[in-house]
């Protein structure tokens, strides 16, 4: 089993910057293609990022592109989301989560693994 829990979350005002971190434990894991989804109030999941596992390969939504950072640690089973000019539609519940599959990367059904979330709360 693979547990995986965030933390980092909290308010900024809009332009401002936010480190999310993910720590995995359970199994082994860089074997994890690894990935961050947000989901807003009445919103369904929304893809953000993910990374395969060397961190040689990263894709993100296009929403978040240029503003956003994943990387990964893999001695420290360590996932994080550098969230820079943040904006209000940023707000959400943001969510790590691992896949074993290459396959479908911005898909919220190719994870198996999903972390409990960390809010994430931009003003305007």
């Known amino acids: 089993q693979v547990q995986l829990v965030e933390s980092g979350g909290g308010l900024v005002q809009a332009g401002g910057s936010l480190r999310l971190s993910c720590v995995v434990s359970?199994?082994?894991?860089?074997?994890?293609?690894m990935g961050w989804f947000r989901q807003a109030p009445g919103k369904e999941r929304e893809f953000v990022a993910t990374i395969n596992w060397n961190g040689g390969t990263t894709l993100y939504a296009n929403s978040v592109k240029g503003r956003f950072t994943i990387s990964r640690d893999n001695p420290k089973n360590t996932l994080d989301l550098q969230m820079d000019s943040l904006r209000p539609e940023d707000t959400a519940v943001y969510y790590c989560?691992?896949?074993?599959?290459?396959?479908?990367?911005?898909?919220?059904?190719?994870?198996?693994?999903w972390g409990q979330g960390t809010q994430v709360t931009v003003s305007s």
């Open positions: 989560a691992a896949r074993l599959l290459p396959n479908a990367p911005d898909k919220a059904f190719a994870y198996s693994y």
């Open positions: 359970g199994r082994t894991f860089n074997i994890y293609y």
